[in-house]
């Protein structure tokens, strides 16, 4: 299984960004997929997370209403788009897919993470 995160990059705070995740080796229409984010010196934490038909979606305190997860089955790709950046949005943010929901750490119930793309937020 890969799960091939693009899109990261350098942005000024208040700009957009908007994140790819490519999944290959998975029944992706069978999977809930999700991001999370890691800082530097920091724990890994749960940014989104849409289930397989689309028809949920959850999203942490920290960014809710600046971003927007979806996904795209025929594609078999899972995106983020994140608005009003701030410098504390800095992260390397991970692509992850599990067959069920959102659950405890460390592993939060996913099955399979990517190797995370760099997001810096400059001030």
């Known amino acids: 299984v890969q799960l091939q995160a693009s899109g990261g990059g350098l942005v000024q705070a208040g700009g957009s960004l908007g994140l790819s995740c490519a999944a290959s080796?998975?029944?992706?229409?069978?999977?809930?997929m999700g991001w999370f984010r890691q800082a530097p010196g920091k724990e890994r934490e749960f940014v989104a997370i849409i289930s397989w038909s689309s028809s949920s979606v959850k999203y942490a305190d920290s960014v809710r209403g600046r971003v927007t997860v979806s996904r795209d089955n025929a594609k078999k790709s899972v995106y983020l788009q994140m608005n009003s950046l701030a410098p504390e949005d800095t992260a390397v943010y991970y692509c992850?897919?599990?067959?069920?929901?959102?659950?405890?750490?460390?592993?939060?119930?996913?099955?399979?993470w990517g190797k995370g793309t760099l997001v810096t937020v400059s001030s």
């Open positions: 992850v897919a599990g067959r069920a929901w959102i659950g405890p750490p460390p592993d939060y119930g996913m099955d399979y």
């Open positions: 080796g998975l029944s992706f229409g069978n999977y809930n």
